[in-house]
C-alpha cells in the first residue's frame, strides 16, 4: 500500500504582488514624509508614517503565511497581538490626521481669526487637537479593544493577523463606528475649506502669502486634493464597514465580560483564504503612490533626488547632476529669488541714504534689523532692461551730467519708503486697518525695517 501523496499548496500572485507593491509603496514614501517633515506638519508626516508602519505589517505577513498549508504556520504569538494594536489605532488614526489637515487648511483660510503671530492659548490648541486625533485618540481605541475583544486574533493566509471582535452592541460603540464619525468631521471641515476657497478665490494668492504658516499655492492645493481623495475613498469603505459588520453580527446578544473573555479566549484560529486577499491591505500599498504623484515629483523633491544619488556617487557618472548641484542654492526659495531681483534692479538701502556723482555716504540709523515677516518686499512692475546698443543712442539726447541734482539738495526727499513692524506676542488680525503702534512693554520685541528706494532727478 503506497503512502499518500502529501498534498501541495500553490504561491498565489497576491502572495507576491501584495509585499512587492507595499515595498515601493515605503520608498515612494519616504521623500513625501521628509518634505512634510521639514516644514512641520504633523498631520501630514503622521499619515504617511501610518501607512508605512501598515505596508510593514503586509510585507511581513504575505512572508510569513503565504499559501494555504495550515499545518506549517506559525501562530503568530506577540506579532499578532502587537499588529493588532497598532491596527485598531490606525482605524482612528488615519482619519484623525485628515480632520487635522483639513483643520489647517481651513484656519489658513480664516480672515477673520488669523493672525500676524498667534497667541500662547492658539499655539497650544492647535497642538492639542493634532495630538488628539493624530495620538491621543488612537491610543485610547487600542486600551479600550480589552473590552470587546472576543478573541485573542485570527492568522488568515497572505492578509496575516486580524482582530476578533465580540458581537454586541459594545463593540459597535467602541469600535465599528469611531472611524465613520471622525471621518464625516473631516468631511465637515473639508466643506469649510471648500467655502473658503469658493469665497476668497480672488484673494487665495494674497491670504496663502500673508498667513502665518509654511504654505505657498502650490503646497496648498496639492496637500487639499491628496486628503479630498484619501476621504472621498475612506468615506464609502467605512460606511461599508459599518452596515456590512451589524448585518453579520445581529442578532446581538447581551453583553457580559465572562461570556467576551471564555476560557478559549487564548485558542488562535488559522484560516486558509485561496489566495484572497482581505481589501483593507491595498488601501495602504495604494497610499505611496498618491504621497509620490502629489509630493514626490516638485521642485523640493528633485532637489532631494539629486542630493542623494550625488551623495552615492551617481554624479562621476552623470554629467548632469554634477552641473546642477551647484545651482540647486541659488533658486531655494521664491523670496530669495525676489529679494536678487530688487537687489539687481534697485538700490536699496537700509536708512537714508544719498547719492553724489555715485558716491554713497550712510547715515547712521537706530535699527539694523532683518525683516522678521515674510520676506518679500512688495515691488511694482520694472521696465526691461535697456539693450547697450539702445543707451549709446539715449545718452545723446540725455541732460549734461552736471545738471544732475543731487538728492539732498531737494527740499523735499523724493524717496519712497518702506517701513514694517513685528510685535512679538501681539496679536493682530491680518484685514485689520489699525496701523497705530501699540504701547511697547518689558515682554515685547519691536522689530523694524526701513527700505527706501533711491530715485535721480534731473534739473
Known sequence: MSAQAAPVYPLYMQAVLLPVISFVSILLSVVPLVLHWNNRNVAASSLICW????NVFNIINAILWPTDDVSSWWDGKGLCDFEGKIMIASYIAVPGTLVCIFRGLACVLDTRRAALVPTKSQRWWNRGMTLLFCFMAPAVATITQIIYQGGRYFVFAISGCVNSYDETWVTLV???????IICLIAGYYCVIVLHRLSKYRSQFGDIIQSSNSNMNKSRFVRLFLL????????????????CTNILRTLPWH????DRAHPPTWNVIIKVPTMGEVYFDRWIPAASGFMFFIFFGSGRDATKMYRAILVFLGMHHCFTCLRTSSGTTSADSTGSTSSRAKLLFNWKWTSGTRTNV???????????DSQDVEKGVTPQSKQPARTPWYKRVWRLKGSPNRDRMLPLHHLAETTANTVSTNAWAGVSRSRNSSDL?????KDDHIRVKQVITQQSEMYA
Open 174 to 180: 467602541l469600535a465599528y463606528i469611531w472611524p465613520l
Open 254 to 257: 447581551a453583553y457580559s465580560w
Open 436 to 440: 497705530g503702534n501699540p504701547p511697547l
Open 227 to 242: 486628503a479630498f481623495l484619501m476621504l472621498l475613498a475612506i468615506i464609502p469603505v467605512q460606511t461599508f464597514v459599518v
Open 357 to 367: 556723482n555715485n558716491t554713497m555716504h550712510p547715515q547712521p540709523i537706530g535699527h
Open 51 to 54: 501607512y508605512m508602519i501598515l
